[in-house]
């Protein structure tokens, strides 16, 4: 199982960004997909995430409206499109995998949500939001 993340770099606030997650090992259309990031000296946090299906998805409250989470299930990729980025984005950004077939759609969005809920994850790739 692979977890390719890339599309991090060095960007200014205002400016947009979309990363990618390229999966490979697993099926990947009957994941959920996630993004979760962890800041120097902080938790990881989730960001966004997209039911296997594609139609739902999920958001931190501090990105909704600026991210945009999306999957391509013909390339086995996830993409995260970034908006109008602030220092406080700054992180290493993980995209994980959650077998997501049998997931009652009640719980979803909590379990989604979850780091610990998700079963393969990513290298990370490093977002820095400066001037």
């Known amino acids: 199982v692979q977890l390719q993340a890339s599309g991090g770099g060095l960007v200014q606030p205002g400016n947009s960004l979309r990363l990618s997650c390229a999966a490979s090992g697993f099926t990947f259309s009957s994941y959920a997909m996630g993004w979760f990031r962890q800041a120097p000296g902080k938790e990881r946090e989730f960001v966004a995430a997209?039911?296997?299906?594609?139609?739902?998805?999920y958001y931190e409250d501090s990105v909704k409206g600026r991210f945009t989470i999306s999957r391509d299930n013909a390339k086995n990729t996830v993409y995260l499109q970034m908006h109008s980025l602030n220092p406080e984005d700054t992180a290493v950004y993980y995209c994980a995998a959650r077998w997501d077939r049998t997931t009652i759609t009640s719980e979803a969005s909590f379990k989604l949500r979850d780091r610990d809920a998700y079963d393969y994850w990513g290298q990370g790739t490093l977002v820095t939001v400066s001037s």
């Open positions: 997209i039911r296997w299906k594609g139609g739902t998805t």
